[in-house]
């Protein structure tokens, strides 16, 4: 399978590669004239062949690659410690998330601050998670301030996993026909959901699921859920 | 819910703690006497309370936890380069994993030695996981130099994840009958599975599944899979 990269717009309608991915391409895959990529843009990939002419690179498009539709999942995950948003960034882009929110929660330790430096960040982890994992696109990351700044009425399925929650699980509450709905999923922080958090989501019309028998950390409990989903997804090919 | 630790057969026939956890309840939870912690041994875990005497750590144990039945996963794991397996064990663990095989394939750039050392290292990783993910028992690993070793007569069910398949999902091969049998789950290492590979695992009666549209790398891969099953495994309560 072909290395992928995702493109601007500018190096896209030049058809050429002027990012850190010409380094990429010239020195750490050390590809020559008439190797093959694949190219993103706007959710859309092409197979392309590379041309390089003293290290100035450029392509041709050879063919559409296919995709199959997938579920829009948008990660509501409150605010973690440390490098925690990292490995949250890196993994769930791997395993589907559509958008990742991260929002100061109740009993985040952490605190909603520096999020354009943080977003600058994220966005080089996405690109290169989206990249390995050869997703069609990348997922937006958004921060928050405080859980009422975000809009759940743009949401048909609202999924709250609470690890006090031992027998509803995900097969009960996700059914097929919600594949093609727009899903919430939110995570807690490390300390979990509080009482007045539990409250609020309660009034936003969330689902309360479990996460199976073990205690998941928080900053892998997400794709337990995104696995299932796509899972099931699949069902609707 | 209270802080989890495994015992040594020496403190759990002593109703005493006297290895690391002793540190770790002393000087990082900062527990006193009359709080209460869940002792583990031999598959089963108790609820207890603590007498703390001059940094001595005694324990009488109140009640037998409940627990329910889990699936038994032994992952068959192609050994990855550098810290990866430090990834698999800590987070195939939480995930629920019954052991993990870490076995030298074609395509392993890493080589397997010092096992020994390796082993204990990855014992201090699962335990700790185990404990934080409030699992009944600490998952088994192995090291192995060869596909050879390994005795696949013992499984019922053996899952083959495979990147180029694309169409059979686990929802078409693991069915709620076959949860209480005996399942391996092969993953291979960073490069994929060599075809001479491919042609053991089919003589071995080896169901090639898919891990989903996107391409996941061999430290997480596992955990896709072990999430589907978990969610499936509820079906028998």
Not at 32 to 46: A, M, P
Not at 158 to 167: C, H, P, R, S, V
Not at 198 to 221: C, M, W, Y
Request: aromatic content about 8%; overall charge neutral; some cysteine.
């Amino acid at each position: 399978m072909a290395q992928r990269y995702f493109l601007t717009k500018n190096d896209f309608e030049n058809k050429s590669i002027t990012t850190d991915d010409k380094h990429h391409i010239l020195k750490v895959m050390r590809m020559r004239s008439n190797d093959f990529i694949e190219v993103c843009y706007l959710k859309t990939c092409y197979l392309a062949k590379l041309s390089i002419n003293e290290q100035q690179i450029s392509y041709e498009i050879i063919d559409t690659l296919a995709q199959r539709r997938s579920v829009d999942v948008t990660l509501i995950q409150g605010l973690p410690k440390g490098n925690k948003i990292d490995i949250i960034s890196k993994y769930a882009t791997m395993f589907g998330v559509s958008k990742m929110l991260f929002v100061q929660m109740d009993r985040s330790i952490a605190k909603e601050k520096n999020s354009d430096n943080k977003i600058r960040r994220l966005n080089l982890i996405t690109k290169e998670a989206a990249e390995l994992a050869h997703r069609f696109d990348i997922p937006e990351i958004a921060f928050f301030k405080s859980l009422k700044d975000i809009d759940f009425k743009t949401f048909d399925l609202i999924l709250l996993a609470d690890e006090n929650e031992k027998t509803i699980m995900l097969n009960t509450v996700v059914k097929t026909t919600d594949l093609d709905k727009k899903i919430a999923l939110i995570i807690g922080p490390e300390g979990g959901i509080s009482d007045s958090e539990r409250v609020f989501f309660n009034q936003k019309n969330a689902h309360i699921i479990s996460l199976g028998d073990n205690i998941l950390p928080t900053e892998i409990a997400a794709i337990y859920a995104l696995s299932y989903i796509s899972v099931k997804n699949t069902e609707l090919f």
